[in-house]
Every structure is written in C-alpha cells, then in structure tokens.
C-alpha cells in the first residue's frame, strides 16, 4: 500500500490517496478478465459514502462499477453509505 497527500490546501480543503491492490498496477501486470479498481471514500458529517470504480482496458476511461447489490430485481450500486460513530 502507497499514500501521498496530493492537496492540503491553506482553505481546509484536504486530498490524501492511499492506493492498494490493482489501481497502480503498470499494464505489463494486468491479467485479462481482472480491471483496475478503487474505492473513492467521500466524508459529510456523520456519513462516509464509498464509491466504487474500475477501469477494464489499459487505455480505457474510469468508470462506476455497480457491485453493490440491493436485493432482487433491482440493480446494483456504484456505491453504499456507512455511519460512522
């Protein structure tokens, strides 16, 4: 796992990336069938939303990866929510 802080601008605004997994990995490494994937966590108050996202092709665009299910006979989410206590 790598961090870095990537904004931590004077007005509070604050951007750290800690990466893990798939998401760095060069596309010498990549194996057919397994995207790049991250978690993007969002805080507001009392909540974390974590949203999901993988990219399929070496020069192919992020996307929403919809994972997380809901129950039957409804499509699932790019996302979930958590509250943090």
Do not use: I, K
């Not at 490494?29 to 994937?37: A, K, T």
């Amino acid at each position: 796992m790598s961090s870095s802080r990537c904004d931590m601008s004077p007005g509070g605004r604050r951007l750290e990336l800690a990466s893990a997994g798939t998401f760095g990995a060069p596309a010498r490494q990549w194996v057919p069938g397994y995207p790049l994937q991250y978690n993007l966590l969002l805080f507001s108050g009392g909540t974390m939303t974590v949203e999901t996202r993988c990219r399929e092709e070496v020069n192919g665009a992020w996307r929403h990866d919809a994972r997380w299910l809901q129950g039957t006979s409804r499509d699932p989410l790019p996302r979930y929510q958590l509250r943090l206590e």
